[in-house]
């Protein structure tokens, strides 16, 4: 029945179609096998049947995955795993050229000599193989297929200037990772595809190239066996490879394998070669663009007659050598090998002695090198499994969970997952092995699950070390010269098509911190044309924002909400102070003009607010003469003036300039000429920016907490702080000037020389506690005299009712016993007085000219009867402890330089 099978080759370059004519061909029939180099086209190939006539009746069967469903009528697999003497309609084998290879060149020959469809037989593969095929079986047809697509070689070329939808080749997986980090730094990222690579962690790299993630695929010679993919260009990074024994140049049929997978369908290709890779010859170039290639003179062959009688009649018979001068023997393959080293073992030799079990044995043998670590390491891998096949028919559930478990893990780099991938094949291989566990489609699913993890993982890390999605999107769209979409959300974050790329703080763009270099400006130049509207949207919308959304800092920085927007600058006046707004040049000159004029208008109103009566006074056409002198000065304080500063222009001031002031609510007051509006916090929190501006400070004192009479005095803030801050520095602490001026109402009627006692009402204006007041006054320049008395106790009030209850109670004599008479008692010990502290306030001459500002005005003495002094102690033992000795005066005169009997005197005369 073989006989009449139909034998066709279709022999042709890369991009002919031959593998979708042999799918065609095959679905054509009822049923039908094809065989595939990797099991990467496996995949692919069995995507793309299942696509079309779904997955019941499509199997896929390579060493490491087999999906057989009970209807199958197609199967795919790769040329080792396909099953044989199945009796199917329609058989293929792929890239039939692979009979030369040196590694799995038998297994493709084997193929080509034994392989049979019912109906139909193909043999696709390069046009190199047409002797050999001929010669082997003169009853093949063949079918040439031209190229579908011009291929072209266009020189060396640097990777920097390779164009987008480019391949650069590496033949080791260090240069393949080597050039995916540069294309990476410099282009945004490249996919990565290698034969090593699980199906799984290989599409979802592909899936990044060709849906337009990146535009860069680096990888290996693999690509070059029928794998489909978007590539406009290949550019070699080198002309050499390693083989498994040494390193050789490329052939020109291996080199136009791969350039090959340059254009597809009718779009044109071109090649190259890049980095260290020297410029190809001339004679090479033009065989590779014209298909002209020396034909294959000999195929790889191994035995397929094996003897399984005995351990030495196998090896024999694998090393037997061809009779036919057209095939040639293979080098020693892996499962060779491994079996020369198992049979010197003497357990192993002693199980293997009958057929069955050096059947079993090369079935051991035939597990592939996964790992690829040692063959003496692989050999005590194989050793294990057989010993356990061989002496229970089965590998122990426990044994191999354990082999599993030990992989089972997805933390780690790029090469510690790919070598948990290596391992993890090989216990997927074994449990495709009918016959050897207990339940097959147990450890099936879980090594193929752990092949998942780890694939996914794998993609995971090679995405994140050699693809920044974002610089590669980005640059795309650039180059695309489209409007890029940029979206910012409520918390400034901006994405550009979906990337992010950084944050929106007010009107100026923060760059994601992590992009350097090349990647740097491209999100400089992406993130800036795309945010261009949202400059304009968000500008409009701060100008038309109310002023409750806009706030100044006590730093003189302008805010909207919570981003910075602009500062204040010194203007020509202290009241006019200028705004500097906080916008990239890049948002355009309509979108700065726009934020500094609404910023101008809010500092402008909020001057106009909380300054009323400053500009009030300023506008005022009616004060003339020393009033109008008067009030600039008071206007270029900001309202605040000690008084000690303007003595002589107050005296100056007749009773019409001052009352022409006071209509603008100026006080006068004893220590400070002010307004009382202007103490409130928010015209003193703005004061104090306006002075600081002003004062061409580098950092801004901040205003008191709003409500406080008194704060700690600061001997380091700069002079003036606390005036413009609304308070006086007074000692440890600074009170406030219109309590300090309650107080010094209060201090007028009392004598100031004789002394007075510090009352409660004055701890209550000012909120302190005795010592602390007595701090306050020695501070304003008074002497402070400290006193300990004894505290006056009230005696409890006795009810009415409970009075008249002793009164009236009659009182009997009785006589006592003397036997009962009490005892005299003893003398009770007498309790000390309890104490209290007082102070005694005198004004001081030794701290006048410390205090000249602070001195109390007074004119003609204290008021009868309060002038009597009260620092001597009592009868009864009061001690006082004197601060500052001043025995009272007889004769009062009136002390130039008190300020509270002027201010009296000055009352008086209104």
């Not at 061909?25 to 096998?33: E, I, P």
């Not at 990146?214 to 406009?232: C, H, Q, S």
């Not at 170039?285 to 399984?308: C, D, S, Y």
């Amino acid at each position: 029945m073989a006989a009449q099978s139909r034998i066709i080759a279709v022999l042709g370059p890369t991009n002919t179609g031959k593998t979708t004519y042999a799918i065609e061909r095959m679905l054509a029939h009822r049923t039908g096998v094809i065989g595939l180099p990797l099991r990467l086209l496996a995949r692919e190939v069995y995507d793309r049947i299942v696509a079309l006539r779904g997955p019941s009746v499509v199997a896929l069967v390579t060493g490491e995955e087999r999906i057989v469903p009970p209807r199958t009528q197609y199967w795919v697999c790769t040329v080792e795993a396909m099953p044989q003497g199945m009796g199917a309609d329609f058989l293929a084998v792929d890239e039939i050229q692979l009979c030369a290879d040196p590694e799995r060149g038998h297994v493709f020959t084997e193929r080509l000599l034994s392989a049979r469809g019912l109906q139909e037989t193909l043999f696709m593969g390069a046009d190199t193989m047409r002797g050999p095929i001929q010669s082997l079986i003169p009853d093949a047809q063949f079918v040439a297929r031209e190229r579908m697509s011009q291929l072209a070689y266009s020189g060396p070329k640097k990777i920097s200037r390779m164009r987008p939808r480019s391949a650069i080749v590496g033949f080791s997986v260090e240069n393949v990772y080597a050039i995916a980090e540069l294309i990476r730094r410099q282009k945004g990222g490249a996919a990565v595809v290698m034969g090593a690579l699980s199906p799984r962690t290989r599409n979802a790299q592909v899936e990044m190239y060709q849906n337009g993630d990146v535009d860069f695929l680096v990888a290996t010679d693999a690509i070059g066996m029928g794998l489909n993919l978007d590539i406009d260009h290949v550019a070699f990074s080198s002309l050499s490879k390693f083989d498994g024994q040494r390193m050789r140049p490329l052939m020109a049929n291996e080199l136009a394998q791969i350039a090959g997978r340059a254009g597809r369908g009718m779009k044109p290709g071109t090649f190259g070669v890049t980095g260290e890779a020297p410029a190809l010859h001339d004679e090479l170039a033009r065989a590779i663009t014209e298909h002209r290639f020396q034909p294959v003179g000999k195929l790889q062959w191994r035995n397929p007659k094996l003897q399984m009688g005995r351990l030495d009649a196998l090896i024999a018979s694998l090393e037997q050598p061809s009779h036919d001068d057209r095939l040639v023997k293979s080098r020693e393959a892996d499962d060779l090998r491994v079996l020369k080293t198992l049979a010197g073992e003497a357990e192993v030799s002693a199980r293997a002695s009958d057929a069955k079990s050096v059947q079993l044995l090369w079935d051991v043998c035939r597990v592939p090198d996964f790992r690829g670590i040692s063959n003496s390491e692989h050999a005590n891998l194989l050793e294990g499994i057989f010993n356990y096949l061989h002496e229970s028919g089965r590998i122990p559930d426990d044994w191999l969970a354990r082999q599993i478990k030990r992989i089972d893990r997805v933390e780690g780099d790029i090469d510690t997952l790919s070598k948990r991938l290596a391992f993890i094949r090989t216990w997927t291989y074994v449990a495709q092995r009918s016959g050897w566990t207990n339940d097959e489609n147990h450890w099936r699913s879980q090594t193929r699950a752990v092949e998942d993890r780890l694939s996914d993982a794998l993609h995971e890390r090679l995405t994140q070390r050699f693809v920044d999605r974002r610089t590669s999107v980005l640059l795309r769209r650039l180059k695309q010269k489209e409007a890029l979409l940029a979206e910012v959300n409520d918390k400034g974050e901006v994405t550009v098509e979906g990337e992010f790329v950084g944050r929106l703080e007010g009107f100026r763009f923060s760059q994601d911190k992590s992009a350097s270099g090349n990647e740097e400006k491209t999100l400089r130049a992406a993130s800036v044309a795309a945010l261009t509207p949202h400059f304009h949207l968000r500008a409009d919308r701060f100008y038309n924002a109310p002023d409750t959304e806009i706030d100044f800092t006590e730093q003189g920085g302008l805010m909207w909400g919570e981003y910075a927007v602009g500062k204040l600058v010194t203007g020509p006046e202290a009241l006019k102070p200028q705004v500097q707004a906080f916008v990239d040049d890049e948002a355009g000159t309509d979108v700065i003009e726009k934020v500094t004029r609404r910023l101008q208008h809010f500092i402008d109103r909020k001057i106009a607010l909380h300054m009323e009566p400053l500009l009030n006074l300023q506008r005022d056409e009616e004060l003339s003469g020393m009033a109008r002198g008067f009030g600039f000065r008071l206007i270029e304080n900001m309202g605040l003036v000690a008084r000690s500063d303007v003595a002589e222009d107050v005296k100056a001031l007749d009773q019409d300039a001052r009352g022409a002031l006071r209509k603008h609510g100026i006080r006068f007051g004893q220590f400070t000429i002010f307004m009382p509006l202007l103490l409130k916090p928010a015209p003193t929190r703005l004061r104090l920016v306006l002075w600081s501006l002003a004062s061409s400070l580098q950092e801004f004192p901040e205003s008191p907490p709003p409500g406080l009479v008194t704060v700690p005095s600061d001997e380091h803030a700069p002079a003036g702080y606390h005036l413009m801050s609304g308070y006086r520095a007074a000692g440890a602490r600074a009170i406030r000037i219109d309590m300090l001026e309650r107080l010094a109402d209060m201090l007028r009627s009392e004598d100031s020389r004789g002394g007075f006692e510090g009352k409660a009402d004055m701890l209550s204006i000012t909120g302190m506690t005795l010592e602390q007041f007595s701090d306050l006054m020695q501070g304003l320049g008074y002497n402070a005299e400290k006193g300990e008395r004894e505290k006056v106790k009230v005696a409890p009030a006795v009810k009415p009712d409970e009075t008249a209850k002793v009164e009236d109670a009659p009182v009997e004599a009785t006589e006592v016993p003397a036997a009962e008479a009490p005892a005299e008692e003893a003398p009770k010990e007498e309790t000390p007085p309890e104490m209290e502290v007082f102070y005694t306030f005198t004004w001081g001459r030794a701290r006048q000219q410390k205090h000249a500002d602070s001195r109390p005005r007074k004119q003609g003495g204290a008021p009868k009867g309060k002038g009597k002094p009260r620092g001597k102690p009592q009868a009864g033992g009061n001690k006082a402890q004197n601060f500052s000795a001043r025995p009272p005066k007889a004769e009062k005169k009136i002390d130039p330089d008190n300020p509270f009997a002027a201010a009296l005197a000055g009352f008086g005369k209104k």
